[in-house]
């Protein structure tokens, strides 16, 4: 009978929240604030939480990067970029975010030369090529999510934050950096093999 019910009620709700979703969409392709400062509240915890814990970011970064989404998403619903909201606003964010992050990484070229390895990074020159790297990065933090919480911290300090081993032993309390740096080989070992079996037999 619970389940009946549950199903009853998400029949009823989606199809409001959907018109409630185009609704909103319209007022901010009109150019009400107020409408789009509802959205950046609604998705702002969600989405800084998803792309922290996704792609390793500094909460500080995240908060950037949201920020930037969030104009991105409406200046292009107000330019007409956006026709109609054929989606979710939820997940326009989320790919927005993915991608000004991606595009962050590149443009600072924030990673160290071991990940930059790691992913045989291509010439971005080639938009073919930029789009293989983007889908090997993808792969990569995919992998990183599967590591032990130790393996993630010291991933993101070294090869993300570029931090030198004595400051990353500093932050994680490690004996000496030499332990950290073995700790680190382990880590990128167990990396690779996560990233081999993922992209064997795919088409990247």
């Known amino acids: 009978m619970y389940l009946i019910w549950v199903t009853f009620i998400n029949r009823i709700y989606q199809p409001v929240a959907i018109m409630m979703e185009q609704e909103t969409f319209q007022k901010i392709k009109m150019g009400d604030k107020t409408a789009l400062a509802e959205v950046y509240k609604e998705h702002r915890d969600s989405v800084i ?48 975010v993915r991608r000004q992050f ?51 911290q010291l991933i993101r300090l070294r090869y993300f934050a570029n931090l030198d081993m004595q400051t990353i032993c500093d932050q994680l309390g490690y004996k000496n950096p030499e332990t950290a740096k073995n700790l680190k080989y382990k880590c990128m070992r167990i990396l690779r093999r996560k990233v081999n079996a993922m992209t064997m037999g795919m088409q990247i």
């Open 49 to 96: 939480n998803w792309i922290t814990r996704k792609h390793s970011c500094s909460l500080e970064e995240a908060k950037d990067i949201y920020q930037d989404a969030i104009v991105i998403f409406y200046n292009n619903a107000a330019k007409g970029k956006i026709s109609e909201i054929n989606f979710s606003i939820s997940s326009y964010l989320h790919e927005v």
């Open 102 to 152: 991606l595009n962050k990484l590149k443009k600072e070229n924030r990673m160290h030369r071991g990940l930059l390895d790691l992913l045989q990074a291509p010439d971005y020159n080639n938009v073919d090529n930029e789009r293989l790297f983007e889908q090997k990065l993808e792969v990569v933090h995919r992998a990183i999510l599967e590591l032990s919480e130790a393996c993630r």
